[in-house]
């Protein structure tokens, strides 16, 4: 019988360094990976601050490179912990840089959109029923809101159904709406981002629309995604947070377990009279920070859109506030 690699082993073999860097974000550290076979690369930045470069660097240095020897960099999703550094590293190095087209428009039109971004972030505060007096707290949390990320340009779009690099290319949104999936058939892996994780649910987040747009439902999106990766025939995975593994079918029917576990769990707290994101979010996550307040208004909203696209639950605005109630 042949002896079958192990996870270590095969990344070795294909020239994959997994670099775990620091993150303020309640996930914990977000993997980074050297790709030295070939140009080298860069998959994903980390977040903008000083341990999150140093730990980028010694990372490098101990496969004997400095950071301004990066050739390419490839960006899995546009959220801060795995884009943040972006701007800066290609700066360094003259790295060509490869996301989703959305992420590239972001970087071309090198728009502050940090008042946008807070006028979405309160207004959903009020929308999904968060009482005054915790509204008026985080209120004053997004005065503070800053830049998401340095300036950055993205040199090459990762184009759904194309194949760039030798890579398959897949958008899978959902977690975020640039979530990309890429596949080397030749070298059998994949790059997962936080599209697949073993360790935590992905959140599907909540995403500002484009102007005058209707807020696109995550969750919704997310799970079929989810559906269009089982089909894909995937091998070693490499995710953006916790190990690489390599059984992404047996993964995704997990998360797709818990979500339809967690959606049970919200139908019976709606049916109960928790009616709005916030009122289901609170009996979630007793315990999360005003800071991350988003985090579980995303995971509450995700499932009660999901419950009504099932035809369970209905929405209504009441007095400007979202609720939902069972059919
Ligand atoms: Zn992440």
């Known amino acids: 019988m042949p002896v079958v690699a192990t996870i270590p082993e095969r990344l070795q073999e294909l020239g994959i360094v997994t670099i775990p860097l620091p993150t303020n974000f309640p996930v914990g550290p977000v993997n980074v990976y050297l790709l030295k076979n070939g140009p080298l690369t860069l998959v994903d930045t980390g977040v903008t601050s000083d341990e999150s470069y140093e730990a980028l660097a010694s990372g490098m240095r101990a496969e004997g490179y400095a950071v301004a020897d990066l050739e390419r960099i490839i960006i899995t999703h546009g959220h801060r912990d795995h884009m943040g550094q972006l701007g800066p590293l290609m700066k360094e190095s003259g790295a060509e840089s490869y996301g989703h087209p959305l992420i590239r428009a972001q970087g071309v039109a090198g728009v502050d959109d940090t008042l946008a971004r807070r006028k979405f972030y309160v207004g959903i505060l009020d929308e999904f029923g968060v009482p005054e007096e915790i509204c008026g707290n985080a209120n004053s949390l997004y005065t503070k809101f800053k830049r998401m990320t340095e300036p950055f340009e993205v040199t090459h779009s990762l184009n759904d159904d194309e194949t760039v690099l030798d890579y398959e290319i897949y958008d899978m949104p959902g977690h975020s709406p640039s979530d990309t999936l890429l596949i080397d058939r030749a070298r059998e892996f994949s790059i997962v981002g936080d599209h697949i994780l ?42 953006g947070h916790g190990p690489p593994f390599d059984n992404p079918g047996e993964v995704i029917d997990k998360i797709l377990a ?27 996550f007793p315990k999360l920070q005003i800071q991350h307040i988003h985090l579980g208004l995303s995971i509450a909203v995700g ?25």
Not at 209 to 227: C, F, M, Q, T
Not at 274 to 282: C, G
């Open 258 to 284: 818990k979500l339809e576990k967690r959606s049970e769990t919200i139908f019976k707290l709606v049916a109960k009279g928790k009616n709005t994101p916030y009122r289901v979010s609170k009996r979630l």
């Open 198 to 239: 073993t360790t935590i649910i992905p959140n599907p987040m909540l995403r500002r629309p484009e102007n005058g747009a209707v807020r696109e439902k995550a969750l919704v999106d997310y799970i079929a995604s989810l559906k269009k990766s089982r089909e894909l025939d995937l091998n070693l995975c490499l995710p």
């Open 303 to 327: 499932h009660m859109e999901a419950l009504e696209e099932e035809g369970r639950l209905r929405s209504y605005v009441d007095n400007g506030v979202l609720h939902f109630t069972p059919v």
